[in-house]
């Protein structure tokens, strides 16, 4: 009988501390409702602790998500570990994960503690969240360049604690997958208490190789779990993705032989919703989600496929969703339509007074643009002044000329709060012409670090575009997105939500495990 793999998705947690990604809470319910259509297994829906912004979506996904088990990352003190229990409060199913640093580097320079300290806040931490919560993950953070001897002794104490799973990152991504593999297979031979916990791999991709030390952790080290992230998203270059893992275990179910829960098919529209909430494109020759990822252009590839699909794909596209992509909106569709769609598609709007005016913004990309797909309707829904309805900055009309030889001009209306503002400003082109001009009313500072252009559907200049900004002020890195078939209102639109989300100034801590 083969064995079950859990799956345990960190897109909300890990994904998030990737730089310019941070989410709202309507944000990360919606993509919290998806990975539960996804059939994760387990969503570290984010830090309580660290801020009361990531404290209310975990406690949202805890109260509304209830097919997955719902986790909250706490470090190894009592205050983090009460508040993840605070807010996992009203889930069906909950689980604390808490961590503490174990290698030599992170315990003198980071944390400034002795090993016998570290060894007594894991010990009692886990026996703290224990009493709260049945359901206790540990950490030791930089695992993998952890001394073995030290490492045991800390996992066998907190699994004597109440510890049920022991999940061993590979933090700063330095492993390879067959040290990796026969590392955590080690543990889990010298650890005399160790079948009773779930053991799991958590990996970085810094090398890129991180889909291959976790299944070499699974495969060698007999893990049963695998912390990953949609489309691989997470800090520096990463985390491993779960798309590839999920694909790998069930194309090469003969080798790993595993089950699985997953539903592959929601995979493809989880890596729309992520990406675009994100503002994090998905290179074209990405693994499963990219746009090439089941695209022939050798004319002998092509001959192959034609006769006999195998000769070249191993996997089918539609089993992970792609070729779902069906023209289900148009300019004559009415609300119930709309509105149904949005169920569909996982989006929730909190009042009628939203869905009215995600409607009317429907109704009016309808007149513009003949065939609506879901991904404009998902651009169209993350447009923050649809989705949160206090938000500062809105755009309220734009007009630019540009002419060859003549310097582009733009005047912009925004109101910010209830004050609307009209400004005009020249640039290289309409697009900076317009940043400009917005920006010399706000007067922000913040640095403009990355301005990209994606088309939300291919093979029509009707296509919407996605601009996605990013702004660096003070340390701190947002993302802003915005989608209209009007490239410049879009990139208005994508600069006035990174502004939005500068002006929210939510304070975070950051964490890594």
Same mark, same amino acid.
């Given at each position: ?17 990737? %730089? ?21 297994? +387990? ?10 912004? $990531? ?44 961590? =503490? ?14 090993? $016998? ?18 359901? =206790? ?39 390879? %997958? ?51 992230? =949609? ?56 693994? +499963? ?140 082109? %309409? ?35 996605? +601009?996605? +900004? ?13 989608? $209209?078939? $009007? ?27």
């Amino acid at each position: 009988m083969a064995d079950q793999l859990i799956i345990f998705d960190t897109t909300l947690r890990d994904g998030e501390q990737s %730089p310019g990604a941070s989410m709202t809470r309507d944000e990360k319910l919606r993509i919290a409702r998806q990975l539960e259509r996804l059939k994760v297994d +387990v969503i570290e829906a984010g830090f309580a602790a660290s801020s009361n912004g $990531d404290f209310e979506a975990v406690k949202a996904i805890a109260n509304q998500v209830r097919e997955s088990t719902i986790c909250s990352l706490a470090r190894a003190n009592d205050r983090d570990i009460a508040r993840a229990a605070e807010a996992l409060a009203g889930a069906q199913r909950s689980r604390i994960h808490t961590f =503490i640093a174990t290698s030599a580097l992170h315990m003198d320079k980071k944390l400034r503690m002795t090993p $016998d300290q570290v060894f007594e806040q894991a010990k009692l931490a886990v026996r703290f969240a224990r009493n709260l919560c049945g359901d =206790i993950e540990f950490s030791p953070e930089d695992g993998y360049r952890s001394d073995m001897d030290f490492l045991c002794r800390v996992l066998e104490a907190v699994i004597d604690e109440g510890a049920t799973t022991i999940n061993v990152p590979d933090t700063v991504g330095y492993a390879v %997958p067959e040290l990796y593999g026969h590392f955590i297979k080690t543990l889990r031979e010298r650890i005399p208490n160790s079948d009773k916990a779930i053991w799991s791999v958590h990996c970085h991709n810094d090398l890129g190789l991180a889909v291959a030390n976790s299944l070499a952790g699974v495969k060698i080290g007999g893990a049963r779990q695998v912390e990953c992230t =949609i489309n691989g998203l997470g800090e520096r270059a990463g985390n491993t993705s779960l798309e590839e893992i999920v694909m790998a275990v069930k194309t090469r179910r003969d080798y790993f032989n595993l089950d699985l829960n997953i539903d592959a098919s929601q995979i493809v529209p989880a890596s729309r919703m992520v990406s675009q909430t994100t503002g994090f494109v998905v290179q074209p020759n990405k693994a +499963v989600v990219g746009a090439n990822a089941f695209a022939h252009a050798s004319g002998i590839h092509q001959d192959g496929v034609l006769k006999a699909r195998d000769t070249y794909e191993i996997m089918r596209a539609e089993d992970v969703g792609w070729g779902s992509n069906k023209i289900v909106l148009g300019k004559l569709s009415g609300r119930n339509a709309f509105k149904q769609r949005l169920q569909e598609l996982g989006i929730e709007m909190q009042s009628e007074g939203e869905i009215n005016t995600a409607f009317a913004r429907f109704k009016d990309l309808a007149d513009r643009k003949s065939e609506i797909f879901d991904e404009d309707i998902l651009a169209l829904v993350s447009d923050e002044s649809v989705t949160r309805e206090h938000e500062f900055y809105r755009l309220v009309s734009l007009s630019q000329h540009s002419e060859t030889g003549e310097r582009p001009q733009a005047a912009v209306v925004f109101a910010a709060g209830e004050v609307e503002h009209s400004a005009d400003s020249d640039g290289n082109g %309409p697009v900076d012409a317009s940043l400009k001009a917005i920006e010399s009313k706000v007067g922000s500072g913040a640095e403009l670090v990355l301005y990209s252009v994606n088309a939300i559907t291919s093979g029509s200049t009707e296509s919407q575009g996605e +601009v996605t +900004v990013r702004l660096q002020l003070g340390g701190r890195v947002v993302n802003g997105v915005g989608a $209209d078939p $009007d490239i410049v209102v879009a990139s208005a639109k994508a600069y006035l939500a990174a502004l939005n989300k500068l002006h929210s100034n939510l304070e975070r801590v950051a964490a890594q495990g």
